[in-house]
């Protein structure tokens, strides 16, 4: 049973891909299916979240791999273009700029952005966010245009290669380990984020770069939506040694509620994942390295969610999981908030 006080803390999800589903024009008034709209977000009192630029190529066919019952490995997929990334992700955020300019949601520029979402009881608050970063060009030039449109959150990597680093292509079971790291155009895209005030999301990035960029030290280490490697050996997840350095670097894990990260055997099977699944997930984050450290990363709209959290007006529910799982209002309040504050901010000074 949901607790009082779960319902009314507020949630900033770190990821969804609403913007680039066929219905996006309906983001506001309300869509038929799907899982993120403007008002399904109120419903379920998620007043902020990573809104995620995305542009499609052709993905590879999965090889089955013998000795384990499920077991796959997907080829990376194809290689965008830069006039193509920069044509699709001008129009994809177009969407995002239209939705502000109607008065339905804020696109945010700065951390106050983020706060006044929380506290107040006006529309709720987007970041910006390229999952991928081909629309960049070689010399960044571009990456000024972005900020100055409010880019706040740049992924340089979706599961495929680009000039700045290597994602890790779809794999179970498979370590995150599965290839070369980062570009020195990667190095030098990560430091200019820095300087700019653009927080750098390494999820879908192999384990080589995710350690390029830690040794950059160019700011607290975000992976925005994926879950632990030690409970779904899949090579999307983080291995334990990951999680520590993300706790070490104050960053955040915002764990996924993708069916296929989430459980044991990659199945997609919402009917069979539980919302304590999600919540088992979390808990392995905080005992590593604390609850300051883990916060949420939906995937709503980019992958199948257990049926118990159906869309993001359920996310109650899932607050109340968390409860009945043993952690506290404040515990609660830090993952599904104050978390993403803290570390976005650190990114955005
Ligand atoms: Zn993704």
Redesign the pocket.
């Known amino acids: 049973m949901p607790s009082e006080s779960a319902h009314q803390i507020p949630v900033f999800d770190g990821?969804n891909?609403a913007l680039t589903r066929p219905d996006h024009a309906r983001l506001a008034s309300g869509r038929e299916g799907g899982h993120l709209d403007l008002p399904r977000m109120r419903t379920g009192g998620v007043r902020g979240g990573i809104f995620?630029v995305?542009v499609e190529s052709k993905r590879a066919a999965r090889e089955p791999v013998a000795e384990t019952p499920g077991a796959f490995y997907e080829p990376p997929a194809a290689r965008v273009p830069y006039p193509r990334a920069a044509a699709v992700s001008a129009a994809t955020s177009g969407r995002l700029l239209a939705l502000e300019r109607e008065g339905a949601l804020r696109i945010a520029r700065d951390a106050t952005d983020l706060d006044v979402a929380r506290d107040g009881d006006g529309p709720p608050v987007a970041v910006l966010h390229f999952?991928g970063a081909e629309a960049i060009d070689a010399e960044l030039e571009s990456l000024e245009t972005w900020y100055a449109a409010g880019l706040r959150s740049l992924g340089p990597v979706?599961s495929r290669p680009n000039r700045f680093a290597h994602g890790v292509p779809f794999a179970f079971p498979s370590s995150p380990d599965t290839g070369p790291g980062l570009s020195p155009d990667g190095r030098r895209l990560v430091r200019r984020c820095a300087e700019l005030g653009i927080a750098v999301d390494l999820?879908?990035m192999n384990e080589a770069g995710f350690w390029d960029v830690a040794a950059l030290e160019a700011g607290p280490l975000i992976v925005s939506?994926t879950g632990a490697h030690a409970l779904a050996a899949n090579s999307r997840n983080l291995t334990d040694r990951q999680i520590d350095a993300v706790g070490a670097s104050g960053g955040l894990v915002g764990i996924v509620f993708s069916c296929y990260f989430l459980r044991a055997n990659y199945a997609n099977d919402p009917e069979g994942t539980p919302l304590s699944l999600i919540v088992a997930h979390v808990r392995h984050v905080a005992e590593r390295v604390g609850t300051a450290h883990v916060a949420f990363g939906s995937?709503f709209d980019?992958t199948t969610i257990p049926a118990a959290l159906g869309d993001v007006a359920g996310m109650p529910r899932l607050l109340a999981a968390l409860a009945e799982g043993g952690f506290s209002d404040a515990e609660i309040r830090a993952i599904a908030w104050d978390n993403w504050r803290r570390v976005l901010g650190a990114w955005w000074r």
Do not use: I, L, M, Y
């Open positions: 990821h891909d995620a995305f999952e979706w999820a879908h939506h995937d980019g």
